[in-house]
């Protein structure tokens, strides 16, 4: 199969040779524009790896001005945390007069195929030139996804679990878990359940071993209830009907949503927070404050990591200096779903 000669950048039309199909079809896998069949776009991703091909790689090099453009990739269910981060991109990028490119990859949790799609969708950032990228996934695994990375692109990472304290942000789901389990058996309670979020999710292991170890620095042991597989009301009541009452005086929910689900089937049982039982969530979603009883629970202001996400990248794109990392901490918000252990 004909390639570029040696030394020779590689080319769109080298990229076609080599997946079998035309420039015009490598050009929609970038673009998007127009269908393109998921064999032949494996085939064109597996022919860009082999070559090393970058889209406009050699028009940035003449480039003598920016876009003011950010691409942002978001992997995973669109949820509140989600849904917040990207608010705040979009609020800083306007102060700054940017614009978001977003490609959002709404994946099953257990969707074999994302590095492929999140690759094409980065390869489509460096096609229209973005000045810098925003990554923000719960997956595991991004580390692996942006080991090439071309460095003259900033890039942030927005993820619980940065392998470098250099260019990524997160919130500190780990110290959420630890303070809403050190709240609750402040109240005297010491058989506290934990309702834990997919396990495919990095927030949710990082809530869970924050309530461990909280747990194991009083002494007590652990429950966790482990059967949801996202972060919705639904697994939370779910968990609910599943959970063995009598054998907890207070739940620790890994989310808003889940809390919501799980004191909805507790109260179909006949038991209700704080009465019989009390629960935090986190979150504080705005919906948190109008449950019955309004939640106690861990706040985790989404919007400001998004503001302080695009803030890092806006100055690592005017001075190439690289950026920090950035934590979200929680914050106790007391509600009415928590009370101390009778006699305590």
Do not use: C
Request: glycine letters at 10%; proline letters at 4%; hydrophobic letters at 40%.
């Amino acid at each position: 199969m004909t390639r570029s000669k040696a030394g020779a950048r590689p080319s769109m039309a080298d990229v076609g040779r080599l997946a079998n199909v035309s420039t015009q079809t490598v050009s929609r896998y970038f673009t998007g524009v127009g269908y393109v069949r998921a064999e032949t776009r494996e085939r064109i991703t597996a022919a860009i790896e082999e070559l090393g091909y970058v889209p406009n790689q050699s028009a940035r090099a003449l480039r003598t001005s920016r876009t003011n453009s950010v691409g942002v990739l978001t992997m995973g269910a669109f949820v509140y945390g989600s849904a917040g981060v990207l608010t705040g991109l979009g609020f800083a990028a306007r102060e700054a007069d940017f614009t978001l490119t977003i490609a959002a990859l709404n994946l099953d949790f257990e969707a074999k195929n994302w590095e492929a799609e999140a690759r094409r969708a980065l390869a489509h950032f460096k096609s229209i030139q973005v000045d810098g990228v925003v990554v923000s996934t719960p997956l595991p695994g991004v580390d692996k996804l942006l080991a090439g990375w071309d460095q003259s692109t900033p890039l942030i990472t927005v993820s619980e679990l940065p392998s470098s304290d250099e260019g990524s942000a997160g919130t500190h789901s780990h110290a959420a878990g630890w303070e809403a389990t050190r709240h609750l058996i402040g109240l005297g309670h010491r058989d506290i359940l934990h309702v834990a979020g997919p396990s495919t999710r990095n927030e949710a292991r990082e809530r869970e071993r924050g309530y461990r170890d909280a747990m194991q620095s009083a002494g007590l042991n652990p429950q966790v209830l482990d059967v949801a597989k996202d972060w919705s009301s639904d697994a939370g009541y779910q968990a609910g009907e599943a959970a063995e009452s009598g054998t907890f005086t207070a739940v620790f929910a890994a989310n808003d949503e889940i809390a919501l689900g799980f004191m909805s089937a507790m109260e179909k049982r006949g038991l209700r927070a704080p009465r019989d039982f009390s629960i935090v969530g986190v979150d504080d979603m705005p919906a948190a404050a109008y449950f019955s009883p309004p939640l106690t629970t861990m706040k985790l202001d989404f919007q400001a990591l998004g503001i302080a996400t695009f803030k890092m990248l806006h100055h690592q794109i005017l001075t190439g200096e690289p950026a920090r990392h950035y934590v979200v901490e929680p914050e106790l918000v007391i509600r009415d779903s928590t009370s101390r252990v009778a006699g305590k």
